[in-house]
C-alpha cells in the first residue's frame, strides 16, 4: 500500500475501458474498511453509470449555471466555476462516478451547534479517510481516480436529484487512466511537521 500511495494521482483523462462490477465492489468495500469515530461508519455510496450519468450531469450544469447568474451558494469562489465546468467534461468521460455520502450528517445550509459541529467534523474525518481507502485501492488495481469537491456548485441540484438522506460529501470518479501525471509537488517534511520532545 506505500506503493499505491506514492504511485496515487489525479486523473483527468479516463479511457472508455469500463470498470467491472467487481473492481468497483471492492473498491467500495476497501472505504468500508476505513477506521471511524466512535464505529458510526456514517458513509453511503451511490454509483452512477450508463443513463444515469446523463441526468446528474444535467443537474451539475444547472448547479453551475445558477452559481453564474443568482443564488450563489459559493459568491467569494466564482473565480473556480471555470474549473468546474472542466470537472463536469471529467466526469463526463469517466466510466464510473461514486458520490459519497455522509448518512449522519446535516445540510451544510444548517446552523451547528459547538457540540453538533463537533460530531459533523469528526464524521466528515470518517468519511475521508474511507475516500482515501478507495483511491488507494484503485491505484493499486491501475485503475485511476479523481476525488470531486466541485460539487458544492452544485449542491442543491445534486442532492435533489440524488434524492437520498445524508448530506453529500464528494464525488470520485473512477476509470483506467488515460494520462500519466507528473508528482505534484509537496511541501518540505520541516515545513509540515513539528517536533515537541
Known amino acids: 500500500m506505500i506503493s499505491a500511495i506514492y504511485d496515487?494521482?489525479?486523473?483527468?483523462?479516463?479511457?472508455?475501458?469500463p470498470v467491472s462490477e467487481?473492481?468497483?465492489?471492492?473498491?467500495?468495500?476497501?472505504?468500508?474498511?476505513?477506521?471511524?469515530?466512535?464505529?458510526?461508519?456514517?458513509?453511503?455510496?451511490?454509483?452512477?453509470?450508463?443513463?444515469?450519468?446523463?441526468?446528474?450531469?444535467?443537474?451539475?450544469?444547472?448547479?453551475?449555471?445558477?452559481?453564474?447568474?443568482?443564488n450563489a451558494?459559493?459568491?467569494?469562489?466564482r473565480q473556480h466555476i471555470f474549473t468546474a465546468k472542466y470537472t463536469v467534461e471529467i466526469m463526463e468521460n469517466a466510466p464510473v462516478i461514486v458520490f459519497v455520502m455522509n448518512t449522519l450528517g446535516q445540510s451544510i445550509l444548517e446552523a451547528l451547534t459547538p457540540e453538533e459541529r463537533v460530531y459533523e467534523i469528526c464524521n466528515i474525518?470518517?468519511?475521508?479517510?474511507?475516500?482515501?481507502?478507495?483511491?488507494?485501492?484503485?491505484?493499486?488495481?491501475?485503475?485511476?481516480?479523481?476525488w470531486i469537491c466541485d460539487i458544492y456548485f452544485a449542491y442543491a441540484e445534486l442532492s435533489e436529484w440524488l434524492n437520498t438522506d445524508g448530506q453529500l460529501v464528494a464525488a470520485v470518479a473512477f476509470g483506467y487512466p488515460k494520462e500519466s501525471p507528473q508528482a505534484r509537488p509537496r511541501k518540505k517534511l520541516e515545513d509540515v511537521v513539528v517536533w515537541r520532545i
Open 125 to 146: 474525518q470518517s468519511v475521508s479517510a474511507s475516500i482515501q481507502n478507495m483511491l488507494l485501492t484503485a491505484t493499486e488495481k491501475g485503475i485511476g481516480s479523481l
Open 73 to 77: 451558494l459559493l459568491p467569494r469562489s
Open 8 to 17: 496515487r494521482r489525479s486523473i483527468r483523462k479516463f479511457s472508455d475501458m
Open 22 to 70: 467487481k473492481d468497483i465492489t471492492e473498491i467500495i468495500q476497501s472505504g468500508i474498511m476505513a477506521p471511524s469515530s466512535k464505529n458510526r461508519q456514517p458513509w453511503k455510496f451511490i454509483v452512477v453509470q450508463g443513463k444515469e450519468k446523463k441526468h446528474m450531469l444535467e443537474a451539475f450544469r444547472r448547479g453551475i449555471s445558477r452559481e453564474e447568474n443568482k
